[in-house]
């Protein structure tokens, strides 16, 4: 059974940090593209960085542009961790961040696997 277990949230001041942590266990976590996404309240769920497969021979990382320069995506595969580290946190980066895990890396919506979020809150 594939589990994806998100942490770290919490209370940030704007211009903040915080960083987020996605424990995966039940799949082969090498041959999985792994994705953040976060859902603002009344608003879609929206993409926010994916890190393609070990094995991947394409673009290895996306973001969206919203986060550029501010959000980073990392892994350890020894760990089945994936994490997002979140520089100069904006009041509009409240949400709730899910973690995800699929087969093709990027801005979609068709990864398998979903954990139950976090919450992430910016305060100005």
């Known amino acids: 059974q594939v589990q994806l277990v998100e942490s770290g949230g919490g209370l940030a001041q704007a211009g903040g940090s915080l960083t987020l942590s996605c424990q995966a266990s039940g799949l082969t976590f090498s041959t999985y593209a792994m994705g953040w996404f976060r859902q603002a309240p009344g608003k879609e769920r929206e993409f926010v960085e994916a890190s393609a497969p070990i094995t991947w021979s394409g673009k290895i990382t996306y973001y969206a542009d919203s986060v550029k320069g501010r959000f980073t995506i990392s892994k350890d595969s020894a760990k089945k961790t994936v994490y997002l580290q979140m520089n100069s946190l904006k009041p509009e980066d409240t949400a709730v961040y899910y973690c995800?895990?699929?087969?093709?890396?990027?801005?979609?919506?068709?990864?398998?696997?979903w954990g139950r979020g976090t919450q992430v809150t910016v305060s100005s």
């Open positions: 995800a895990a699929g087969r093709i890396p990027g801005p979609r919506n068709d990864y398998d696997f």
